[in-house]
């Protein structure tokens, strides 16, 4: 009896096996296919050559210069971010807008999308007098091979230079020149850069905190008449901001809000 219990087991593992090996036999056909069809697959890859100018591989100055250009244009469009928030009237619009919609409290509402959208369009508005300039003396007599591109960019830095002045406390100028050892400035075009970046970008970031300190403090007054409105009517475990957001609402639609803050925004700029 105990023989007939190894032989049934025997023969059901058998059985069992039966199927692995029935379904590993494909498997190892196609690791055949595979194997035999890999020269003609690497042969078939196309074979893919970088060089510049003719066919004999010779690079003419020209095509080295136009080279050399592209590289520049792309390098100079890698920057794009940074020009716009850090030498533009951007930082100080977007900043104050999203203080706005902190005091609100109203979350993602308007969405980022839409506050940093407003917020281009208006930086297009107001630098567009010092984006004139810089085409009329620096973009066109490029084109037009009036002057090198050292040149265009140094004369297109001048009307830049002073929009950022402009904006910029001497406190926060001054610092930056000292750091930089720049002793003596007698006109904008000996201004550097990259001293009058980091000084135009801290005083812009100093004006936006006054104007969103001035936005959020009637906001916050809302919500501490809405509290202790609550805390004396013994409703505690309302959240006072769920009552105070209709009525910051109505406040801020009632006086014309958003006409009110773009006007301000686009005024501090001296435009208008």
């Given at each position: 009896m105990f023989r007939i219990y190894i032989l049934t087991g025997i023969i059901g593992i058998a059985v069992s096996m039966q199927?692995?090996?029935?379904?590993?036999?494909?498997?190892?056909?196609?690791?055949?296919?595979?194997?035999f069809n890999a020269p003609m697959l690497i042969q078939s890859i196309p074979q893919i050559g970088l060089s510049l100018g003719g066919n004999d591989g010779d690079v003419s100055d020209e095509d080295f210069t136009l080279a050399i250009q592209a590289l520049v244009l792309i390098t100079i469009m890698s920057f794009g971010a940074a020009f716009v928030t850090m030498m533009t009237s951007f930082t100080r619009i977007v900043v104050v807008f999203f203080f706005?919609?902190?005091?609100?409290?109203?979350?993602?509402?308007?969405?980022?999308?839409?506050?940093?959208?407003?917020?281009?369009?208006?930086?297009?508005?107001?630098?567009?007098?010092t984006f004139d300039i810089m085409n009329e003396e620096a973009i066109q007599p490029y084109i037009n091979d009036e002057m090198t591109q050292v040149e265009a960019l140094a004369t297109a830095a001048v009307p830049l230079k002073e929009f950022m002045v402009r904006q910029t406390r001497d406190k926060d100028l001054l610092y930056f020149m000292d750091m930089a050892d720049v002793s003596t400035v007698n006109n904008v075009e000996e201004l550097p850069l990259y001293v009058a970046v980091p000084a135009y970008v801290l005083s812009e970031l100093r004006i936006a905190f006054q104007i969103g300190f001035m936005i959020y403090l009637p906001f916050m007054v809302i919500d501490l008449v809405v509290a202790s409105i609550l805390l004396s009517m013994g409703i505690m475990f309302l959240p006072p901001v769920m009552v105070s957001l209709p009525f910051k609402i109505l406040v801020f639609v009632l006086t014309d809000g958003w006409y009110l803050l773009v006007q301000s925004l686009v005024e501090s700029f001296g435009v208008g």
């Amino acid at each position: 009896m105990f023989r007939i219990y190894i032989l049934t087991g025997i023969i059901g593992i058998a059985v069992s096996m039966q199927p692995q090996q029935v379904q590993a036999q494909p498997v190892a056909n196609s690791i055949q296919v595979t194997a035999f069809n890999a020269p003609m697959l690497i042969q078939s890859i196309p074979q893919i050559g970088l060089s510049l100018g003719g066919n004999d591989g010779d690079v003419s100055d020209e095509d080295f210069t136009l080279a050399i250009q592209a590289l520049v244009l792309i390098t100079i469009m890698s920057f794009g971010a940074a020009f716009v928030t850090m030498m533009t009237s951007f930082t100080r619009i977007v900043v104050v807008f999203f203080f706005l919609r902190m005091g609100l409290g109203t979350q993602q509402s308007p969405p980022n999308q839409v506050l940093i959208g407003l917020a281009l369009f208006l930086t297009i508005f107001i630098m567009k007098p010092t984006f004139d300039i810089m085409n009329e003396e620096a973009i066109q007599p490029y084109i037009n091979d009036e002057m090198t591109q050292v040149e265009a960019l140094a004369t297109a830095a001048v009307p830049l230079k002073e929009f950022m002045v402009r904006q910029t406390r001497d406190k926060d100028l001054l610092y930056f020149m000292d750091m930089a050892d720049v002793s003596t400035v007698n006109n904008v075009e000996e201004l550097p850069l990259y001293v009058a970046v980091p000084a135009y970008v801290l005083s812009e970031l100093r004006i936006a905190f006054q104007i969103g300190f001035m936005i959020y403090l009637p906001f916050m007054v809302i919500d501490l008449v809405v509290a202790s409105i609550l805390l004396s009517m013994g409703i505690m475990f309302l959240p006072p901001v769920m009552v105070s957001l209709p009525f910051k609402i109505l406040v801020f639609v009632l006086t014309d809000g958003w006409y009110l803050l773009v006007q301000s925004l686009v005024e501090s700029f001296g435009v208008g």
